[in-house]
């Protein structure tokens, strides 16, 4: 068996001109030079398959490829096609490529082929008068006659195209004004942008059989581009092979436009939602089914393309608004009834944020209400800005309350002192006697020291307010107890007091160490004070944690108070409830003020003659 090379040696030897052999197992290409000549090539020659394939049209490069040829000699030794090269000019040469299989191997499939290729330009372009394919496009023209859009037909075979009168007008020509051709539309018509995607549309319809329906750029004669859509159906002889494709063409600037200015508009209010945080909501009553925007979803971090049903919505919301939204939308639903309210939302990533909901009923023709529509909104920034105004007006009206209260306190105890001692002084110059004098200068020193206790207690009501500004550090508790027994070390070994305390669930807090000793050293010495006659006080503290906040309870076995005749005066300013000589009334005083001036609270539980327990919470 000679080789490839052997037998292109031979055949060149014969001087036949327009040969080639393939050789697949190897593949090895030998083609005539001949072609370059026929071509006018003298750059870029034609020498083996890859330089072949590079001036081949882009449709008929099927040809070339293996599986291509394998299956156009599978049944045959013989084969026959029309293929298309580009001469130095860039148009088409038509050239009739027949091929015979030399050698098979052991599966018959062909291996070596051996053929030739005819130049049939001229035949192609110069038919013959009763040619058929003139037949049908006299027929088909008056079957798009007036039809708004513009029909083409392609002979794939012999390359000839034919547009119809409707396609010209779309572009501004008159009919026939520009040569009816694939390589017209492609390289002169279609915008330089669109090339490389029709081609890849029309490859994919013609040998993979896809859907052929693209939107182009085409040129008018005016100069501009408009839109079309293009889109066409081919049709395949008995080997699958594209022998002819029609189709249409029809105007879609003013779609494009519109659909560019929708998508446009679309992103502004995309845009605007995004930034001012809002979103559009419906709900079909008629199946339950709710549509959530974009914005919506981004409210709720929502990560999910579809929405959810709607309890799970309503799910979404606080357990402490769900009943004022789902009331809503039943006055909605009901009485057709718009709302507009303001809610706590849980996000799918568990954040907490506040919204307004705002919605309306939507009405049939028959004016019954079939469904819901509004749009909901974060107001999460405002709110807590609602909020902290709320809580500093609060303050501010807890503050202005305890300065009332303050003031009332500084004017009616010295008052008292100041009215007391000018009673003793005038009452000193109205005596005769040094005995009565005597007496009264006791009174004024008596006076004189109740005054300055009322000013040092003034004075520490004052302190504490200036020292919520100072910095909070970790303090342990333990550390506060041991100062406090050492500043009661006398009280509480006259009295044989016991401390019991348990630190072990929350051994320390960050706070102001003024305020805590104050608060340590004024309950214990309370406890110690207000002891049953007669038997040792027991004072059990202890620490712990509920709701994620510090607790610390003391509890004592004391005389307890009535607080039903006492409660709402616990805590005020020189209320005493026992006949203790050291009773003063202000060290519980003292310490709510400083508990409430840190967001503290504090609660009391307590039974005469059996205890007293307060829980401050932190």
Not at 38 to 67: A, M, R
Not at 307 to 326: M, N, R, T, V, W
Not at 472 to 501: G, R, S
Not at 589 to 612: A, H
């Amino acid at each position: 068996m000679k080789t490839s090379s052997e037998v292109w040696e031979t055949i060149t030897k014969l001087g036949i001109p327009n040969l080639w052999v393939w050789d697949i197992s190897t593949q090895e290409f030998y083609i005539s030079s001949h072609i370059n000549y026929q071509l006018g090539l003298v750059n870029n020659i034609i020498t083996d398959l890859d330089s072949l394939k590079s001036k081949t049209y882009v449709l008929d490069l099927p040809l070339l490829q293996e599986s291509t040829i394998r299956g156009f000699t599978r049944t045959s030794d013989y084969f026959e096609r029309k293929i298309r090269l580009y001469n130095i000019q860039g148009e088409f040469v038509y050239y009739q490529l027949n091929g015979f299989v030399q050698q098979r191997d052991s599966n018959q499939l062909a291996t070596k082929l051996i053929g030739t290729f005819t130049n049939v330009t001229y035949l192609i372009k110069n038919p013959k008068e009763n040619n058929p394919y003139h037949e049908y496009q006299v027929e088909l023209e008056l079957i798009v006659k007036g039809i708004d859009a513009g029909i083409w037909d392609w002979d794939l075979q012999n390359d000839s195209s034919w547009w119809s009168p409707k396609f010209y007008e779309l572009l501004g020509y008159q009919p026939y004004e520009i040569e009816p051709s694939f390589n017209t539309f492609m390289n002169v018509l279609l915008h330089p942008d669109d090339r490389e995607k029709t081609n890849r549309c029309i490859y994919a319809h013609l040998y993979q059989k896809k859907n052929y329906k693209t939107e182009i750029r085409l040129l008018t004669k005016s100069g501009i581009y408009k839109w079309f859509q293009s889109s066409g159906q081919a049709k395949w002889n008995s080997d699958t092979e594209p022998i002819k494709m029609s189709g249409s063409i029809i105007d879609i600037t003013e779609t494009v436009a519109y659909r560019a200015s929708l998508e446009s508009n679309e992103f502004l209010l995309t845009e605007s939602s995004r930034l001012a945080k809002i979103g559009g909501w419906e709900v079909s009553l008629n199946d339950q089914k709710i549509f959530w925007s974009k914005g919506v979803k981004e409210i709720h971090e929502y990560p999910f393309n579809d929405p959810p049903s709607l309890e799970e919505a309503f799910g979404y919301y606080h357990e402490s608004s769900q009943s004022i939204i789902k009331a809503a939308f039943f006055e909605t639903i009901q009485y057709g009834k718009p709302f507009d309210v303001t809610c706590l939302l849980v996000t799918h990533n568990q954040n907490q944020v506040w919204v307004r909901v705002i919605g309306s009923p939507v009405m049939s023709e028959q004016q019954k209400i079939i469904g819901i529509r509004g749009v909901i909104k974060d107001i999460n920034d405002e709110k807590k800005k609602e909020l902290s105004l709320q809580d500093s007006l609060k303050i501010i009206n807890e503050q202005n309350s305890k300065l009332l209260n303050f003031a009332h306190i500084v004017s009616h105890n010295l008052r008292s002192h100041t009215g007391n001692l000018e009673m003793v002084t005038n009452f000193i110059e109205e005596c005769n006697s040094d005995e009565e004098r005597i007496q009264l200068l006791q009174s004024i020193k008596k006076i004189s020291g109740n005054l300055s206790n009322t000013i040092l207690h003034l004075n520490d009501v004052l302190m504490i307010q200036s020292q919520v500004q100072k910095p909070k550090t970790k303090i342990y508790f333990q550390d506060v107890l041991d100062q406090t027994c050492i500043a009661l070390l006398a009280d509480i070994q006259q009295q044989k007091a016991q401390i019991e305390a348990n630190f072990m669930d929350a051994p320390f807090i960050k706070y102001i160490p003024a305020y805590l000793e104050s608060i340590f050293l004024n309950i214990i010495a309370n406890a110690i004070k207000y002891r049953k006659p007669k038997l040792p006080p027991i004072i059990k503290i202890r620490s712990g944690v509920e709701n994620e906040k510090i607790t610390l309870s003391f509890e004592d076995n004391g005389q307890g108070i009535n607080l039903e005749k006492q409660g709402k005066k616990i805590f005020g300013m020189y209320n005493t409830f026992h006949n203790h000589p050291d009773a003063k009334g202000f060290g519980l005083f003292l310490t709510k003020n400083q508990l409430d001036l840190m967001g503290s609270t504090i609660e009391v539980t307590s039974q005469e003659n059996i205890g007293t327990t307060f829980k401050i919470t932190f």
